[in-house]
């Protein structure tokens, strides 16, 4: 029986046995062919599975449409395949939350925005980043009433957000100051329910919403005036970069490495999957996307750079760079070196660096 992440998550309903067997007969035949061109993660898909199957629980959040790849992976047997019963929690609790979880071995694994997670984990959680999962979480639109159509127009503008600890916000003042814009001085951040942001833009509080999908989709469907696209985390500097992480409890490091290791070859092949595959990976994740038709979710999907996930030494690097970013925002402290502090929290888990367990 898998463990519970205690009072700060509610357990996601069990997939039904007998669906998951079909669906993984039928993926490992339609995983074949197209993993075989996606050369890049070759190592993911060469390794033997684990000797003994290892059950894990994976925290997730499954209103978010980007992580789909997540019950791609359980559904076409990906996970399976690799040596891995893993049993899916649905977290509601905050990213500290999810980390002492992760820490403590209530849970064993976990995804999440890294604009989230670095803060936390400069405190110095034992939890360690064994993997990327995409780019393009976020973006920043303009009520086009207001007349904005480029990001210089912003400042002395007001722009929306869910809360003032938000990863669009932390990300998007990082990009107006690369801007030529002083996040503080010349934005007026303005936190509101999530689904009242499009109401703030039509009641003239707001003049610009920072979020993420499928909120400001719905925003722009239901809206009568419009809305214009500023930017997003997929543009230049943040192109090649990727937005989303995945973590793991230093305990399965220490005890379990090639658990670890089988862990993050499993997404990186449903991420490809995923992105071969975007009508079938919108049908599995479906039943997750309230209000959200599979042709909706596919228009989504195109927003995200779902071949980005570098790991090892690039993914280190990525770590670095959102590190420096956050020291000079003022959100991770002055003290922090960045190279210092990802050689920390990131993990290699590689097969041939995880032949023993760290000390």
Not at 67 to 91: R, S
Not at 143 to 162: C, D, E, F, M, N
Not at 253 to 272: F, G, H, T, V
Request: glycine share 6%; aromatic share 8%; charged share 20%.
């Amino acid at each position: 029986m898998s463990r519970r992440i205690e009072k700060q998550a509610a357990l996601s309903e069990t997939f039904n046995p007998g669906r998951r067997k079909l669906l993984a007969a039928a993926g490992s035949v339609a995983l074949a062919a197209p993993l075989a061109g996606l050369g890049g993660y070759a190592w993911a898909q060469t390794k033997p599975p684990l000797a003994q199957k290892t059950k894990l629980t994976f925290a997730w959040s499954q209103v978010s449409f980007c992580l789909t790849p997540v019950p791609v992976a359980l559904e076409t047997g990906i996970f399976e395949k690799n040596g891995l019963d893993v049993a899916l929690i649905n977290y509601s609790g905050s990213n500290d939350q999810l980390l002492e979880s992760l820490a403590t071995g209530k849970a064993d694994a976990a995804i999440g925005m890294i604009h989230r997670w670095l803060k936390p984990l400069e405190s110095g959680f034992d939890v360690k980043i064994i993997a990327s999962a995409h780019g393009g979480c976020v973006r920043l639109m303009a009520y086009k009433p207001t007349g904005i159509t480029k990001i210089a127009q912003l400042r002395g503008k007001s722009i929306g957000v869910p809360d003032l600890a938000q990863p669009a916000k932390h990300f998007f003042s990082v990009y107006l100051k690369k801007h030529g814009i002083d996040p503080d001085k010349d934005i007026t951040w303005k936190a509101y329910q999530a689904d009242l942001l499009g109401l703030a833009a039509e009641k003239g509080e707001i003049d610009a919403i920072a979020y993420s999908d499928p909120t400001l989709f719905r925003i722009e469907r239901d809206s009568k005036a419009g809305y214009v696209h500023l930017a997003t985390n997929t543009d230049p500097p943040y192109d090649d970069k990727m937005c989303c992480v995945v973590g793991v409890g230093g305990h399965l490091i220490k005890n379990n490495c090639p658990a670890a290791a089988a862990l993050a070859r499993s997404l990186m092949e449903a991420y490809d999957w995923t992105n071969a595959h975007r009508e079938e990976g919108a049908k599995i994740f479906r039943k997750y996307a309230a209000n959200l038709s599979v042709e909706d979710l596919q228009i989504l999907y195109k927003q995200l750079t779902m071949h980005v996930h570098p790991m090892q030494t690039k993914l280190r690097d990525q770590i670095v760079f959102f590190a420096k970013d956050f020291k000079e925002l003022g959100v991770l402290k002055a003290s922090t070196d960045p190279v210092k502090f990802a050689n920390h929290v990131y993990y290699d888990v590689l097969p041939e660096v995880c032949a023993s367990p760290r000390a």
